[in-house]
């Protein structure tokens, strides 16, 4: 598979005043838009990210033209193949005042991760993601799952069930948590969450290093 030497894919970010006027708005495409682009950046065709991610170009193909929606574990192997870490999709976020800056990241101001038809929505709460940890917040809509695959863990992974309840899979074992129950997940390993109720599940999740 070839790869060529490109623009680094932060620099391909641009900003203009957010309509609230609390500063800089990252202006950011969908998810497919960023996958395409990168691709291309990549100098890689569909057929080789396809091979890379154990996929077909169809799917692939779907996932840029905004036909089809992207599970978690499969996002992880395109940004693996892509080289770059999940956060880099994440979209949304406003220049923050200069002394909140690196500290404070307000509810308006969050990064989001929206993987559309799969059910799940994601927001990065770390200001930064130049510390020893991340934090992340995952909302589950009834039904939806991070998807067939287990997502591989890079690092320790802890969290907490905020509302609704939450399936972890773990090495062939399933844990139901509820409201206000927590867990840790060593590295390294595979699991996968699927949401078993009718209301939204919240996850928040403490990961690190940080590499999702």
Not at 96 to 120: C, F, K, M, S, W
Not at 154 to 165: I, N, Y
């Amino acid at each position: 598979m070839r790869q060529q030497k490109s623009q680094s894919p932060d620099a391909a970010r641009t900003g203009e005043p957010a309509p609230d006027g609390r500063g800089t708005a990252e202006q950011t495409p969908s998810i497919g838009a960023q996958i395409r682009d990168l691709r291309k950046a990549r100098g890689l065709t569909i057929a080789e990210l396809a091979e890379g991610i154990g996929r077909s170009s169809g799917y692939v193909s779907q996932i840029e033209r905004e036909l089809s929606g992207v599970s978690i574990s499969s996002l992880q192997r395109i940004a693996n193949v892509l080289g770059v870490q999940i956060s880099w999709f994440f979209q949304g976020q406003v220049v923050a005042p200069q002394e909140e800056r690196d500290i404070i990241v307000r509810r308006h101001n969050r990064r989001r991760l929206d993987y559309g038809e799969t059910g799940i929505m994601e927001e990065l709460l770390s200001p930064t993601l130049t510390g020893s940890f991340e934090v992340i917040m995952t909302t589950f809509e009834p039904g939806s799952s991070t998807g067939q695959r287990e997502r591989q863990r890079k690092g320790e992974e802890a969290g907490v069930v905020l509302s609704g309840a939450l399936e972890l899979w773990m090495d062939n074992k399933c844990f139901l948590l509820q409201a206000g129950d927590s867990f840790t997940l060593r590295e390294p390993g595979w699991h996968r969450c699927v949401n078993p109720g009718d209301v939204d599940a919240v996850i928040l999740w403490i990961i690190s290093p940080p590499s999702y």
